[in-house]
């Protein structure tokens, strides 16, 4: 009876170390996925300012120099370091360590944004898992963001690009380059499988194609891609 008794209370022991131990491990889970969006949700913040200020930048040179070959496109970050000769040396290596850290953060190629639904992303050359935690990507092989081209842009659906679930057509999409700022209008909606590459082809006239995964709250990896054409209105 003393023994059973013993197995018993070890049975409880173990289930209750297990459960523990679960329970720990979902909430720093959990934990580490908040973390990451905040962490992509700053540095969207900090692209967003940083394109805008070399857009500023340039628009101020090509003011002054009215010859738009002449223009830099470095980056604003790209500045001139201040005279550091009072400086201590903890303080000069801090600004070291933050210009280091700014550099290493590329500019976005550009600004997409939808008003009506509150969207504004930073648009980054690649479609890198990085990218997409702070931003939207290029999709590669389609136009650039300042062509006449059909610029493909992706997101993830549980992240910035779950606003486009409640884009309608005639919805105004702005985007925003160092060398141009452009509207198009949303012409379509649609949902098409993976394997179905036709809205990254080329198109008679200026657009945007916005590409995301579908549906916006399956569980797990969702199978279709929910897809956003908009043509150019300028």
């Not at 057509?169 to 036709?198: C, H, K």
Request: aromatic letters at 6%; hydrophobic letters at 40%; glycine letters at 6%.
């Amino acid at each position: 009876m003393v023994t059973l008794r013993a197995d018993a209370v070890t049975g409880r022991s173990i289930r209750h170390a297990l459960e523990t131990a679960c329970w720990t491990l979902g909430i720093v889970l959990i934990a580490l996925y908040f973390g990451a969006r905040a962490y992509g949700e700053l540095e969207r913040r900090q692209a967003i300012a940083t394109f805008t200020q070399a857009r500023s930048a340039m628009s101020a040179e090509a003011h002054v120099t009215r010859d738009i070959d002449r223009i830099s496109l470095e980056p604003a970050s790209a500045h001139r370091a201040p005279d550091q000769t009072h400086w201590s040396e903890g303080r000069v290596r801090a600004y070291a360590a933050q210009v280091t850290e700014s550099e290493s953060q590329p500019l976005p190629a550009a600004l997409l944004r939808i008003r009506r639904v509150e969207l504004e992303v930073p648009v980054y050359a690649d479609t890198s898992e990085r990218n997409l935690n702070r931003g939207a990507g290029l999709v590669s092989g389609t136009a650039p963001p300042d062509s006449d081209g059909n610029i493909a842009i992706a997101a993830h659906r549980d992240g910035y690009f779950r606003a486009l679930k409640d884009v309608a057509v005639g919805d105004v999409v702005e985007l925003e380059s160092l060398s141009r700022r452009r509207q198009y209008r949303v012409i379509d909606l649609s949902i098409v499988e993976p394997t179905d590459i036709s809205p990254l082809h080329d198109t008679d006239v200026p657009a945007v194609t916005l590409v995301t995964c579908y549906p916006f709250y399956f569980v797990g990896t969702a199978p279709q891609r929910f897809i956003v054409r908009a043509v150019a209105v300028d």
